[in-house]
């Protein structure tokens, strides 16, 4: 059944952004579990070569969505697998953390951004540049504040998931995510960068890096997934609108797959539930209820990715929605593409 959606009015905010120079261009859908029901495309890849349009294939840096397509989707297989319980104290059975004291978190804290972990990423300043020496660093740092106590958003929460991950799962980051959950769910063009000539050329580019002076176009924005050679928790991933509705369609009926991931839909009810009680910003498990929404009544959750990224999930409607931007082509200024993102979602969730 076709969703009820003013697709006029999303096409017309969608290109007012490109007009204002909020982003140069757009991609987006909305579906269901059976599939998309509306999608399309505004502005041009990069405002140096106009006659380069936007396309459905555009392929994006999706930045902090990461945490959730190669993060919360892998840490759900291995609590799935029995492998890790989410309330278990991480020294009980990570030798890497045992007598620092990360030893006192636990994978619920860091999923819920109250592990009190340091808040800013700041890797090369304190550890260098040897990805073992961050690793190391990272693990045995001190904490910001006692775990529980406050929700604080931080990189750090899935760079250390990532290393837990590997921990447990005994490979790779980019490997275990692409044979458990990207391969499983048909989502060939998601993958760590760099990215090969081919898919640089539909790649939307992002910011100028100081170090070559050139846009960045099929290497991560984020610094720290870079300095990492591309593959870390907490940016790095690669993707396209289609694949990013595959797995939302997943998400929303783990039955129409044809061979599953390795999480299932106990994972996703249990992280699309508030945990962090009275606290604020009320947090699920990565996944938090979106701005401007009321979780009891409107279940609308949502996860953004700094490069202009975002995709929006609702169980009780049975609705999900995707907005891709590359927005830090022009800036990092945040206030443009908010209000552009939250007229988005209430016009998809109407």
């Not at 006029?8 to 757009?26: F, S, T």
């Not at 447990?168 to 990207?182: I, M």
């Not at 289609?242 to 839909?265: H, K, N, V």
């Not at 949502?302 to 995709?311: C, K, P």
Request: with cysteine; hydrophobic share 40%.
């Amino acid at each position: 059944m076709a969703l009820d959606l003013d697709t006029d009015r999303i096409h017309q905010l969608l290109h007012a952004g490109v007009r204002d120079k909020v982003y140069p261009g757009a991609v987006w859908a909305i579906g269901d579990s059976q599939g998309t029901h509306a999608s399309g495309t505004a502005g041009v890849l990069d405002p140096a070569q106009p006659d380069e349009p936007m396309r459905h294939d555009t392929v994006f840096d999706v930045a902090s969505l990461t945490k959730i397509l190669a993060v919360w989707s892998t840490i759900g297989t291995l609590v799935e697998d029995g492998k890790l319980q989410l309330d278990a104290e991480l020294g009980d059975f990570w030798p890497e953390v045992n007598g620092y004291p990360l030893a006192q978190v636990t994978a619920r804290h860091l999923l819920t951004h109250t592990a009190g972990v340091p808040l800013r990423a700041n890797l090369k300043n304190l550890y260098g540049t040897d990805p073992q020496d961050v690793r190391d660093g990272v693990l045995h740092e001190a904490l910001h504040r006692p775990p529980g106590e406050a929700v604080e958003y931080t990189d750090r929460a899935a760079l250390i998931l990532g290393y837990l991950t590997e921990h447990l799962s005994g490979q790779h980051l980019d490997s275990y995510a692409t044979k458990r959950v990207w391969a499983p769910l048909g989502m060939p063009q998601t993958c760590f960068g760099p990215l090969p000539t081919e898919a640089c050329l539909r790649c939307a580019p992002t910011e100028v890096d100081d170090t070559t002076g050139n846009r960045l176009r099929g290497t991560a924005h984020d610094f720290s997934a870079r300095l990492l050679g591309g593959v870390c928790g907490i940016a790095g991933a690669f993707s396209v609108l289609g694949d990013l509705a595959a797995f939302l369609r997943y998400m929303l009926d783990p039955t129409q797959t044809t061979e599953s991931p390795g999480f299932g839909p106990d994972w996703v009810k249990e992280s699309l539930q508030i945990h962090t009680k009275t606290m604020t910003p009320p947090r699920g498990l990565f996944w938090h209820p979106a701005p401007g929404t009321a979780y009891e009544t409107d279940d609308i959750w949502v996860h953004y990715g700094f490069t202009g990224t975002g995709m929006w999930i609702s169980p009780a409607k049975n609705r999900w929605a995707v907005l891709l931007t590359n927005k830090l082509y022009y800036t990092r200024d945040r206030e443009p593409l908010t209000h552009v993102r939250n007229t988005f979602r209430t016009l998809a969730f109407a």
